[in-house]
């Protein structure tokens, strides 16, 4: 799977909207965009994936760049909760046969202050 | 819904003790299974993988082996524990193949060995 690269850290106030950022630049026509986040003492937990077009759920948004060399997760309304390291990750389609590897590298630590 | 137990939450073992950790998947069938470990401060690093009952596929070479007596069971297991297996064990599942593939983890074990 082709390499990603997050900030270390970001801090945000609760209840304002947080834009974790992932760089991608050599991903592939096929590989899809995962986030991924672990909050303390947790597995990891499931946030959003996407291809090309922007993504929304319930949890949060995932803006994808024209070019897909650069996504950006975003938290509508942040709250103490969504303290938590964020992992960006590329999986790759390869016929639906592929096992899941996740490779998931240092992630992103986002600090949430009342 | 789908549910993913792991026991142990917690474990202390003596170096040179044998472990095994089990993980359970319910409401679903034929699920992928994975075994994943983390040490302290660093990413999740795949051990294990199982696309069905006895078929098991190992990423890194250790003392550590992995078995599926059932569909939705798996065992991670060590007949002699070694100081470097301390970590946080996350059994993880998922449905589908390739891009697409979402993972849905397990609480932990966090093993400690003295």
């Known amino acids: 799977d082709a390499k990603t690269t997050q900030p270390n850290s970001m801090e945000s106030n609760e209840e304002e909207p947080v834009h974790l950022p992932c760089n991608h630049s050599?991903?592939?026509?096929?590989?899809?965009i995962h986030w991924y986040r672990q909050l303390p003492s947790q597995g990891p937990e499931y946030v959003i994936h996407?291809?090309?077009s922007n993504v929304n759920n319930r949890m949060a948004s995932l803006a994808i760049a024209e070019d897909r060399k650069s996504s950006t997760l975003i938290l509508h309304r942040a709250t103490l909760r969504d303290a938590a390291v964020y992992y960006c990750?590329?999986?790759?389609?390869?016929?639906?046969?592929?096992?899941?590897?996740?490779?998931f590298g240092q992630g992103t630590i986002l600090t949430v202050h009342p | 819904s789908q549910t993913i137990h792991q026991w142990p939450a917690t474990l202390v073992q003596p170096v040179g003790s044998p472990l095994s950790l089990e993980c359970t998947v319910e409401g679903t069938s034929n699920p992928n299974l994975y075994w994943y470990r983390q040490a302290a401060g660093r990413g999740l690093q795949l051990l294990f993988y199982s696309v069905g009952i006895g078929q098991i596929s190992s990423e890194v070479p250790q003392n550590l082996s992995a078995s599926r007596p059932q569909d939705r069971q798996f065992i991670l297991s060590s007949k002699k524990l070694l100081l470097s297996d301390s970590g946080f064990y996350l059994c993880a599942w998922s449905r589908d193949r390739g891009g697409r593939e979402t993972q849905y983890f397990g609480p932990g074990t966090r093993l400690l060995v003295l």
């Open positions: 990750i590329l999986r790759a389609f390869a016929g639906g046969t592929s096992y899941g590897k996740l490779t």
């Open positions: 996407g291809l090309t």
């Open positions: 050599t991903i592939s026509g096929t590989d899809y």
